[in-house]
């Protein structure tokens, strides 16, 4: 098990079943934690990606945009060939002007990272909000904030390794709600949640990625930002439930 301080700055290790505990103490604030299937920990700190090895050391594996640079939970995925896709969040402004964190990191090795950097030449001026792979080839991805689209990628493997993605803008497809910052998919397709500050937020579904629908959030959960979707599952049907 791995975890982080209340301080966000010690990396706690629990082995075993065992109750004693290894620590790790980092220069700056822990942001994300992720573990692989593999059980290999990735850990986001000050704009720079560690994986922790087996002999408990922190080892810097990728550095990101800018030191504020992170990836939020729904912006992490791995394919069945073993590759790690890290979707860039943060939000920086220079000059004016927000600095984009929008980077696509791929990896197979987890050493070796790849970037793709298509949100930029579309004219997005932040960050990823989610990543969730569609079927066994394609990729769904939201980013944000003054476009709020919705992509959908076509994944072009060589060896299991990915060697490019095609992407769809599927914005002008589907009813226009703004930013999604939540998601999940299902056999039943994908659900997203909006990001409205203040507004009315929204459930938009999907089970094609062509037709979507859009359900208002219940009155009392109305104006709260979907940061993520969490799938519950019954003996007849699936069901979502909202984190914010």
Not at 115 to 127: E, I, M, P, R, T
Not at 161 to 175: F, G, L, M, P, V
């Amino acid at each position: 098990a791995v975890s982080a301080s209340d301080e966000s700055i010690l990396l706690y290790i629990k082995e075993g079943d065992n109750d004693s505990f290894k620590s790790i103490n980092f220069t700056a604030k822990i942001t994300n934690i992720y573990v692989t299937i593999n059980e290999d920990a990735l850990i986001s700190s000050q704009g720079k990606v560690y994986i922790l090895e087996k002999t408990w050391k922190a080892v810097q594996v990728l550095s990101l945009t800018h030191e504020s640079s992170t990836f939020l939970d729904e912006a992490v995925v791995e394919d069945q060939f073993g590759n790690i896709l890290i979707g860039e969040y943060g939000n920086h402004v220079e000059n004016g002007r927000f600095v984009f964190m929008g980077i696509l990191y791929m990896s197979r090795d987890l050493r070796n990272w790849s970037k793709n950097d298509f949100l930029f030449h579309k004219g997005v001026n932040k960050h990823i909000h989610c990543i969730k792979f569609w079927g066994d080839n394609e990729l769904i991805l939201t980013d944000g904030d003054n476009l709020k689209q919705l992509w959908l990628g076509k994944l072009d493997y060589e060896d299991g390794i990915i060697q490019d993605i095609s992407w769809i803008n599927k914005t002008a497809r589907h009813i226009h709600m703004g930013g999604y910052t939540g998601a999940f998919v299902s056999k039943l397709g994908v659900t997203f949640g909006t990001d409205y500050h203040g507004g009315v937020n929204f459930i938009v579904k999907s089970s094609d990625m062509k037709k979507f629908k859009k359900k208002v959030l219940p009155s009392r959960m109305v104006r709260s930002v979907c940061q993520k979707i969490d799938l519950l599952k019954s003996e007849k049907k699936d069901d979502w439930a909202m984190v914010t």
